[in-house]
Each structure stands twice: as C-alpha cells, then as structure tokens.
C-alpha cells in the first residue's frame, strides 16, 4: 500500500535524477531537505547512475546476457535530467537477447518498470531481506545454470549488516560460478562524521527507513566470498573504470566494486 505522505527511496532518487514532476508533496519535501544537508547530493546521483552504465557496458562487453538488478528502482525512461539510459536499455542495446530483471520492495518502482520497461526488462516486487522470494523471482525470469550479473546500486545501505551478509551469502550460494556483482554504496569513509550523522538523521527522518553509511573496510567486507575484482578495486564511483581522464579529487562519490563468484 503507498503511503502518499512519507517520501521513499525510490521516488526521491527518482526526484533527484530529473523525475520531479512524478514527485509526490513528501518526496519533493524531502529533497528539499537532502539538497539543503548534503553537499551536492544530485552530482552524487549521477556519478551512481553513470558509473553503473559503465559497468554494465563492461559486462556485457565480456558475455553477460542476464541481469538480475536488485533494489534496481525507478526506470527514468527520458526523465533523467542528463538523459542517461537506464541500465537495462543500455543492456539491451549492447546486446539485444538480454535478459533483465528488476527487483525491488517499492510497488511504485515496480509499477513504472512494467510500464517503462515492457520487452525490455521484467519487473517483481520483492524485499532482499527476503531471500527466498528473490530467488523465486531469479528462478521465474533467468537461467540459475548460466552466470548472472547482479547489480546492487545503492541499495546495501539500505540493510543491516546482518541483512547484508545475509543477502551476501544467498547470492554465494545460488548464483552458479562466473556470476558477477557491482556494488555501489554510501560511504562514511572522507566525510566529516558530523555531515555523516546529519545526512543520516536528515534522510531517516523523510523516509521510513534507516539507512546505513560505511566505512570503506565495511563495504569491502560486504563481498564476503566473493572476489573483488583488482583492478578497479574498491573505489568511488567516478574512478570505476572511468572514460575520460582522472576526474577531480572532490568530486562526490559512492564506493563501488565488482567481485566475481
Ligand atoms: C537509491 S535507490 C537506487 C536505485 C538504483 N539501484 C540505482 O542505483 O540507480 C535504492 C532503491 O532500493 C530500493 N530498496 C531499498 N530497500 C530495499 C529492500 N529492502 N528490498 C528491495 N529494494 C529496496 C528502493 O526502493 C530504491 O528503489
């Protein structure tokens, strides 16, 4: 059931990349306030989105044809503001026979995803604290016996660390060998932790979920069993495989890796 009165992650990312007008009161509310509590938070957003279609170009660059894209939000469809491509057009477009799944807990993203996205990608609502309902929805649109991309775009800082391992382990057990997963996440690591503790507070209170920044050697602990690729490492999103030369040292960022099963 939607709660018109609380923001939530998925539209206000949505808000912050272009997709205002499909904003609600609660959510433009709240972008407001993670505008005026975070130092350039909309530059943050995109140096996510575009350091994922990197990594998605890369993927199926080396083979990957299916996509599972957990807490994989709201599909902008020309509404971003730069006019990036979601993920799983810039997968279909790499390579057509794609298979992309978009998994997320907010009925909202997932209804745009159907709507947006059809014969593109698939779209089931699920929470990933729910293990076993994501891999009934892996199981319904791809191939478990064939390596599977994951993408986990700013949304492990979503869950507890229990949560995350927890989701962590699943994956390592289910996915079949050669899988891959990216991962971007908040990172306390380089923030004032007065700034950290703002932005959380500021966040929590807007949207009805607590949210967790990490440390650099938390996100990194986050891979478990799986093997972070090196090179690019665990970096921040505007070095993960970049295109054009070094990007400026203050730029902001999440951190990012990629590991393999
Ligand atoms: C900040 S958005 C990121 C969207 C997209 N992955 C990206 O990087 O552009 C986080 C998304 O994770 C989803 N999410 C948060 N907690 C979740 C959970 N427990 N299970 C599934 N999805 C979740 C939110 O609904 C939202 O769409």
Redesign the pocket.
Known sequence: MINPFIA???RT?ASLRGAENDALAADREAVAELRAAIDRVDDVVRE??EA?IRAVRYLTGIGFDQFA??????PMQGLDARKLPDLAVVAAHEQPETRWLL????IT?ITAGRALLRGIAQAEQ????DTTKVFQAVEAHLDLDRPIAVIL???LH??TDQEAAQLMADLWDRLPAGSMVVV?HLTSTGVDPEVVAHGKATYEAQHD?RIYPRTVGEITALAGNFAIADPPSVVRTIEFMPEEGPSPEEAPHFLMWMATR
Not at 69 to 74: P, Q
Not at 126 to 129: C, G, P, T, V
């Open positions: 939530t992650p998925s990312y996510n989105a994922l894209d957990l807490g994989g939000g709201r998994i997320d807990s907010d993203a699920a929470d990933l604290r775009g700013a949304v979503f869950l971007t979920i």
